[in-house]
């Protein structure tokens, strides 16, 4: 049985440099690093790109991709004070799942050319398998796209389907992020779309495991609300799901968060649903999370000190770095 683990080289430093590495890698374990860093590779490649993916393909039949860090919540950052972890996954079955494991596979053979010869004797082995698939996609029950977004793509595909979704919205968009620092054509799409009738909510977490993140992220609530887009602070944890729902017909899901460094330097994984099932599942869930809200009042949140909004906009400054 064939068992492999990518995970990001700075992201998951220390779980590289624990005994349970050496354990796994002695039980057959394939273990790869993604975009790997070192002194002389941070002179001659950018060292700021980060692999933010979370998939788990088994048996080339099922998958699960969302917001799940591969942590246990329950110890993960307790002593930031933000309180557990709050996530979903998406499982999904089909012809997808073998986009996702190409996916994968592309994230490991791009390492090294030992991975790529490899991959691709893997993948010449696989194609009976993979083209018959591929045929069962005009039976399948749900449709799904997955949409991977990277910085090496002429076009940032994430960004551009989330702008054109929130101008096509007609009656309601409800968006959670853990963290939300939009750049101005996302808040001109926010605050325009709420401005022309559209019921914007934005559910995001009360408190965050970012100091510069989250007095960044407030210096947009004062536009936001002047415009009459909601926004629900979440006090059950830190909700880390990431998630889109436009009018119930429409919805983003994965591993996207609301700032720039996921839509321009990252490698993310984002679903799109398009059948009603899911994405009522989904909406019900973010239903369940305002529950757990308390919103954000426009006018008391106007009437704030004057050196509170200072700092908010100073670091707001950063924002392209965070």
């Not at 591969?70 to 073998?98: N, S, Y």
């Not at 009976?128 to 749900?142: D, F, T």
């Not at 889109?244 to 429409?250: C, H, L, Q, S």
């Not at 968060?257 to 899911?278: C, G, P, Q, V």
């Amino acid at each position: 049985m064939r068992c492999e683990i990518l995970a990001d080289s700075v992201g998951s430093a220390q779980f590289f440099s624990t005994p349970w590495c050496e354990r796994l890698k002695k039980q057959g374990v394939l273990i790869h690093q993604s975009l790997s860093i070192g002194l002389i590779k941070a002179i001659l490649v950018r060292s700021d790109l980060r692999n933010h993916r979370k998939l788990l393909v088994v048996d080339e039949h099922i998958a699960y991709t969302g917001s799940y860090n591969l942590v246990d919540p329950k110890v993960f950052k307790q002593g930031a004070g933000v309180g557990q972890w709050v996530d979903v996954m998406l499982r999904v079955q089909g012809p997808v799942v073998i986009q996702l494991l190409a996916m994968f596979y592309a994230d490991v053979a791009v390492e090294n050319r030992q991975n790529f010869a490899d991959i691709q004797a893997l993948w010449r082995e696989r194609w009976p398998y993979v083209e018959s698939v591929g045929l069962q996609a005009a039976s399948a029950c749900s449709v799904l796209q997955t949409i991977p977004s990277s910085p090496d793509q002429n076009h940032y595909v994430f960004y551009d389907t989330l702008i054109c979704a929130l101008h096509q919205a007609q009656r309601e968009i409800v968006l959670t992020t853990p963290y939300f620092v939009p750049d101005e054509a996302l808040m001109l799409a926010l605050t325009a779309t709420a401005r022309r009738g559209v019921s914007v909510t934005l559910i995001v977490p009360q408190k965050v495991d970012s100091f510069l993140v989250r007095y960044a992220s407030q210096a947009s609530y004062r536009l936001l609300l002047q415009s009459e887009v909601k926004i629900a602070l979440f006090t059950g944890g830190l909700l880390h799901t990431k998630s889109v729902v436009v009018d119930g017909e429409f919805a983003l899901f994965g591993t996207v968060n609301m700032d720039m460094r996921s839509f321009y330097l990252n490698l993310e994984l984002t679903m799109a649903l398009y059948s009603k099932a899911e994405i009522h599942a989904l909406s019900l869930q973010q239903q369940a999370y305002l529950r757990d809200c308390i919103y954000i009042d426009a006018t008391r949140w106007q009437q704030r000190s004057v050196w509170r909004t200072l700092l908010e906009n100073t670091v707001r400054l950063m924002s392209p770095l965070l």
